[in-house]
């Protein structure tokens, strides 16, 4: 979960994008779903990067709750974000504010994302931050 926080906010999209290989991403605004690295990376691709590369953000992740069922080799989480934003013209600001949902499944000692829906509940300025489509 940190790993996506960390990866987005150092513009390493293609590392975004492998934490999801083997899952599904669905966006609940638009009903959006997507499957495996490639089409997740894909939903990256209006991310604005400027001159060092990342896209100026911050993401804080909050009221994180992870339920693990060690048995299954399975957990859940639950966490609110709000994506920061530092703008070249407007300085810092919240750009959105959301919830993901996670699902996880244990492989050997490691972790991996199975699901995650993305909630976009509230949406700021978007426009120094992702490209129209």
């Known amino acids: 979960m940190v790993a996506y926080a960390e990866r987005l906010d150092a513009g390493?999209?293609?590392?975004?994008?492998?934490?999801?290989?083997?899952?599904?991403?669905?966006?609940?605004?638009?009903?959006?779903?997507?499957?495996?690295?490639?089409?997740?990376?894909?939903?990256?691709?209006?991310?604005?990067?400027?001159?060092?590369?990342?896209?100026?953000?911050?993401?804080v992740l909050a009221n994180v709750e992870v339920h693990v069922d060690e048995?299954?080799?399975?957990?859940?989480?639950?966490?609110?974000?709000?994506?920061?934003?530092?703008?070249?013209?407007?300085?810092?600001?919240?750009?959105?504010t959301g919830r993901y949902d996670d699902l996880f499944a244990r492989v050997g000692t490691d972790w991996r994302f199975t699901e995650r829906t993305i909630h976009a509940d509230l949406l700021g300025d978007l426009s120094a931050h992702m490209r129209s489509r």
């Open 12 to 59: 390493d999209l293609d590392g975004v994008a492998a934490l999801f290989e083997h899952a599904v991403v669905r966006a609940a605004r638009t009903g959006i779903e997507l499957f495996g690295r490639d089409a997740v990376r894909g939903m990256y691709d209006p991310v604005i990067r400027y001159d060092d590369g990342t896209p100026h953000t911050k993401h």
């Open 71 to 96: 048995d299954a080799g399975t957990a859940t989480s639950h966490c609110v974000f709000t994506v920061w934003q530092a703008t070249p013209t407007d300085g810092l600001r919240p750009a959105l």
